[in-house]
């Protein structure tokens, strides 16, 4: 049988200070009624000054390793999805393998945006199928709080930072990651960027001033977009593999607004019961909404329950994997 590769531990870190709705009402002009109506969100968490995405992971991948009997050193491969890497280079995933003590494993770092982890999961499992590798981290971690400008209602309210992380091993039963569709499309890259700080716009003092290595979005537009794209691509990954909505445990969607979730599970026939939700607590933690939600989840899940995940973000670019949980 054709060796897949199968989730087969879950770890999870947010930071422990919280900013709610009514806090972020004293900073911008918003109110806590718009922003559970028109995003899902009640409060979200803060990275502390001082400490890194990679602090977040290594407290992710700690959590995780405490629930096996694998070690650090017995890591083949970490891969980070971020978009708020400690640095521009080195990689992040260089980094943790230090943190973590695990330096005979390789590892880097992926940028899609939101979907980052739907990719960063689908690149670790090639390693898995290919029989290259054994054990394979893959950490979806984002301190987003830091590129967050608190005086944009339009965006300081919709960010958070997190990190989650699974680990990859083979397995030669019929669970595991089992299909994905993915695609992108650039010419929606200027509707949510951070525009300085790449070659594009090189950072200069002008460009600190006029504020924009801060997150821009045109939500509006984004949301649109978000709308057909995650529940399209959805759409295909179920036809294909004729899964009906009796068939899917759980849909495990990126946590960017309550609404786009909803659409997406409607147009699946998913009832809410079976889409996992966190956004009220951690609001769009980027790259670790979904390894988030599999961690809060993580007990009520049973060998063979079929999950989609799925995800559109910045690129644009989007995703959906479809797998059956492993233990
Ligand atoms: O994770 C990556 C992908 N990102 C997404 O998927 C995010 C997609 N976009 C969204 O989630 C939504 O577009 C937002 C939550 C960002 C905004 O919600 P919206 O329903 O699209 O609102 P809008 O931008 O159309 O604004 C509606 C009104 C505007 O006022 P007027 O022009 O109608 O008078 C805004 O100025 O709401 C106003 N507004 C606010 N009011 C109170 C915008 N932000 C706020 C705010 N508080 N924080």
């Not at 980070?80 to 973590?100: C, F, G, L, M």
């Not at 990190?163 to 499309?185: C, M, T, Y």
């Not at 989007?318 to 949980?325: A, F, M, R, T, V």
Request: some cysteine; proline content about 3%.
């Amino acid at each position: 049988m054709k060796i897949k590769a199968a989730i087969t531990a879950v770890g999870g870190y947010v930071p422990e200070k919280v900013l709610h709705n009514k806090d972020l009402e004293k900073m911008v002009d918003t109110n806590d009624e718009w922003i559970r109506e028109r995003t899902g969100i009640i409060e979200r968490r803060i990275l502390e000054e001082g400490r890194t995405t990679s602090d977040m992971a290594v407290e992710a991948i700690h959590d995780l390793l405490k629930k096996t009997n694998i070690t650090p050193q017995d890591i083949d491969l970490i891969i980070v999805s971020t978009v708020s890497p400690d640095h521009v280079y080195p990689a992040t995933a260089n980094i943790i393998a230090d943190k973590i003590g695990a330096p005979q494993s390789w590892g880097f770092d992926m940028n899609a945006a939101c979907s980052g982890f739907l990719y960063a999961l689908r690149t670790g499992s090639q390693f898995i199928e290919s029989g290259m590798h054994k054990k394979v981290l893959v950490v979806g971690a984002d301190n987003m709080t830091m590129r967050v400008n608190y005086e944009d209602r339009n965006t300081c309210i919709l960010f958070g930072d997190g990190a989650g992380v699974v680990l990859l091993e083979p397995i030669e039963e019929e669970v595991g990651i089992l299909d994905s569709e993915f695609a992108v499309d650039g010419s929606g890259a200027k509707l949510l960027m951070q525009e300085a700080g790449g070659s594009y716009l090189p950072t200069t003092v002008e460009t600190v001033k006029a504020k924009k290595h801060f997150i821009f979005q045109e939500g509006r537009t984004v949301f649109k977009h978000a709308v057909k794209g995650m529940a399209d691509i959805t759409e295909v990954v179920m036809k294909r593999n004729n899964l009906t909505a009796d068939d899917v445990a759980y849909l495990v969607p990126h946590q960017a607004n309550k609404r786009i979730i909803d659409a997406t599970a409607n147009r699946a026939g998913l009832p809410e019961e079976k889409v996992m939700i966190n956004i009220h607590k951690y609001g769009n933690t980027t790259n670790a909404t979904i390894p988030l939600c599999l961690w809060e989840w993580e007990s009520k899940l049973s060998k063979g329950d079929v999950l989609l995940l799925a995800a559109f973000g910045g690129g644009f670019a989007w995703g959906s994997i479809y797998l059956k949980w492993a233990y």
